[in-house]
């Protein structure tokens, strides 16, 4: 089953970009689109956008001005970048590959990074 | 506000059978799979529902999923204390966004 293990900087002022990494381990990028989800505390869930292992992507229209994904196939990870961020923007940050099938008659399950808080405060 | 409507919150006592909304349009659950998660506190979501109506392997049936047009719905029947947890129904959307659901908070009394 594939792990998502993902790493980025935890605390930025106002107007600074916020930068998360995410692993790809037990599974290859190759073949799926991964997301990119927050939650600020408290609230619901939020798609920020996704990456295809080609590099495509597909941003959410409400933050597709400062956010760009990126994947590195050759290190197995893929990145977001959101810019501009403000308080606004404090929230858990996960990777996911949000989805579920039967490949064959193999159950292909969600996997998910274990998050990461980031929090914007001067 | 989300675009996929669900209550803020449901309660039940232990043994009973509580269902869960999900209203969208025919652009998102009117027209794609609608799948639902779970999420228990401090963990990340987890699909317990996907395509509509299927559970995964180890998914208690008790968790069951239904669709009709653009509404969704998630029952949960013999109540137990660990389903108390976050639900969320989320759907694609013609335009291509992934869409989530406010979430709805379930309380075992």
């Known amino acids: 089953q594939v792990q998502l293990q993902q790493w980025g900087a935890g605390l930025l002022k106002p107007s600074e970009t916020l930068s998360l990494t995410c692993g790809v381990y037990?599974?290859?990028?190759?073949?799926?689109?991964w997301s990119w989800i927050r939650q600020p505390p408290g609230k619901g869930l939020e798609w920020i956008g996704e990456?295809?292992?080609?590099?495509?992507?597909n941003y959410n229209p409400s933050l597709k001005s400062r956010v760009t994904m990126s994947v590195d196939t050759s290190k197995n990870q893929f990145s977001l970048n959101l810019t501009s961020v403000t308080a606004a923007d404090t929230a858990v940050y996960y990777c996911a590959r949000p989805v579920a099938y039967m490949s064959g008659n193999i159950y292909v399950p969600d996997s998910w990074g274990q998050g990461n808080l980031v929090t914007v405060s001067s | 506000q989300s675009v996929l409507t669900q209550p803020p919150s449901v309660s039940g006592t232990p043994g009973q059978r509580v269902t869960i909304s999900c209203s969208g349009s025919s652009s998102n659950i009117g027209n794609n799979f609608v799948y639902w998660f779970q999420q228990l506190p401090g963990a990340a979501p987890k699909i317990i529902i996907y395509?509509?109506?299927q559970r995964p392997p180890g998914v208690p049936d008790r968790f069951s999923g239904s669709k009709s047009g653009t509404s969704a719905s998630l029952a949960i029947s013999g109540l137990r204390s660990d389903d108390e947890a976050d639900y969320y129904c989320?759907?694609?959307?013609?335009?291509?966004?992934?869409?989530f659901g406010g979430g709805t908070r379930v309380t075992v009394l």
């Open positions: 395509r509509d109506n």
């Open positions: 990456i295809h292992h080609s590099g495509k992507t």
């Open positions: 989320a759907a694609w959307d013609d335009s291509l966004r992934r869409l």
């Open positions: 037990g599974g290859a990028l190759s073949g799926y689109n």
